[in-house]
């Protein structure tokens, strides 16, 4: 695994974040960052960072809950009630929200652009459970930058809340896939249907779909929802979708 461990200045404090490089060929590539799901930091993801990687990427997979301080990669098999759960994510749901994560997305942009192993300037983002709304959010925020994104068993995309992600449709310029998980009260048909409607309007590239019979969780291999055919499609459509804007 060709793993390196950075510390990226952000206007908060200092975040911790990993690369993940092509094992083979020299670069530059083109750079994605990963946004990594509610579990956070875990091997999980740096076989998930690893695989982009090795499809011809330069990845920066940013820890989103490093203002909570240094923890213990979480074990998915271990949380088994309620209270395992917010023993388990008390501290670090809190350390972000949709305004810090997007600062944050800033200086991520800005260490992208320091590095001599990156190609070009326009980047991927891909996201799963929450980082799912970090995408979209990214791609309205920092459109000139974004060029492409995927968003995997997301979760509130297209609510009724004042900032919900959907209302940034207007200012996306980045081709999308947006692949929700089945009978998930985070992104049901009514909230893909909304989502999907507002892109359109915007005149937005993007896919919006659900994975039918694959539960939310599906792509992470550590999950108790992983989904073997869910996940491998998963990796398809996001490889040709990199591939056919930042290649």
């Known amino acids: 695994m060709s793993r390196t461990d ?25 750079a994605v960052i990963f946004y990594m799901d509610g579990p956070a930091i875990r091997p999980a993801l740096f076989e998930m960072g690893q695989r982009l990687a090795d499809a011809g990427y330069y990845v920066l997979l940013p820890d989103m809950f490093w203002r909570a301080g240094p923890y213990e990669p979480i074990v998915m098999a271990n949380i088994k009630t309620d209270e395992d759960r917010r023993a388990f994510f008390g501290k670090l749901f809190p350390s972000t929200s ?24 326009k980047v991927g983002v891909t996201g799963y459970c929450m980082g799912g709304a970090m995408v979209l959010r990214a791609a309205g925020t920092y459109p000139d930058r974004i060029a492409a994104g995927g968003a995997f068993h997301g979760g509130n ?37 909304r989502l999907d409607q507002a892109l359109k309007a915007a005149g937005v590239d993007a896919e919006v779909t659900i994975y039918r019979g694959a539960r939310h969780g599906y792509a992470p291999k ?26």
């Open 157 to 193: 995309l297209a609510t009724d809340a004042p900032d919900s992600p959907h209302l940034l449709a207007p200012k996306m310029k980045a081709k999308l896939l947006v692949a929700g998980a089945d009978e998930d009260k985070g992104f049901d048909d009514a909230q893909c249907e």
């Open 98 to 121: 949709p305004e810090k994560a997007m600062s944050d997305t800033g200086a991520f942009l800005a260490f992208l652009d320091k590095q001599p192993q990156v190609k070009g300037a």
């Open 222 to 247: 550590d999950m108790p929802v992983y989904n073997e055919d869910a996940a491998e499609r998963h990796w398809r459509e996001l490889i040709a979708l990199f591939d056919s804007v930042l290649k």
């Open 6 to 30: 950075v510390t990226i200045p952000t206007p908060d404090g200092d975040a911790r974040a990993f690369v993940f490089t092509p094992e083979s060929g020299e670069g530059p590539w083109p």
